[in-house]
């Protein structure tokens, strides 16, 4: 949550893994985000983007790109912002997923490949790729996507897990898993968006790796 130019540097330095997300852009921002996207490239420090809404006009399209080149090791986004940024054919006109995750899939191969990092596409059943696996992951709940700024925390947590992970994939892998493990024991306390909001923050809470091991599932993918 730091986003100042004239302090980013000295907080990255200090960090095990970074996220980097979008979503508020301003020129400031996205000069501060470039800076520390860079630093974090130059002392391998590990980092997750998240293009929020990167079709949503050519300034953020640029910017999205911009910080792809800089080799995060994970890129998250929901299936119309992952096929933007990856040059297909995305409906969307701001942080909406219009498009299926099956249908963002091929675009999600051809990103890992390009730029050698796990991408992981959230949205009906998440979908995570690198340059040689393909993941599925069936945990989560309808409600999930019309809680705003859901998907953002999704990105928080797997920098979390890269942070200590063995790898980007098994930081991807165990948020997506654990986001919809929690998901879906708030979607069985609540009664809509509005209501799960709260309860999935009480259900992350309460999350112990029994309940992970109990309910997680994960499906590896035919290449």
Known sequence: MVHGRGEVADYVRRVDALSINISSLTHGRREAA??????????????????????????????????????PQILRGNASEILHLGGGRSSARGADALESVRYAQAT??????????VVGVSGEVDYVSTSDERWHCPNGHPHMPLVTALGCGLSALAAAFLGVAASPLEAMLSAFVIYGVAGEEAGRRSAGPGSLAPAFLDALHALTPDNVYDAGRLACAAR
């Open 108 to 117: 999600a191969d051809a990103l890992a490949r390009r730029l050698d990092c």
């Open 34 to 71: 470039l800076l520390v996207a860079r630093i974090a490239h130059e002392q391998e420090i590990p980092w997750v983007l998240d293009p929020v809404a990167c079709g949503g006009s050519p300034y953020r399209f640029e910017a999205a790109r911009a910080l792809c080149e800089l080799r």
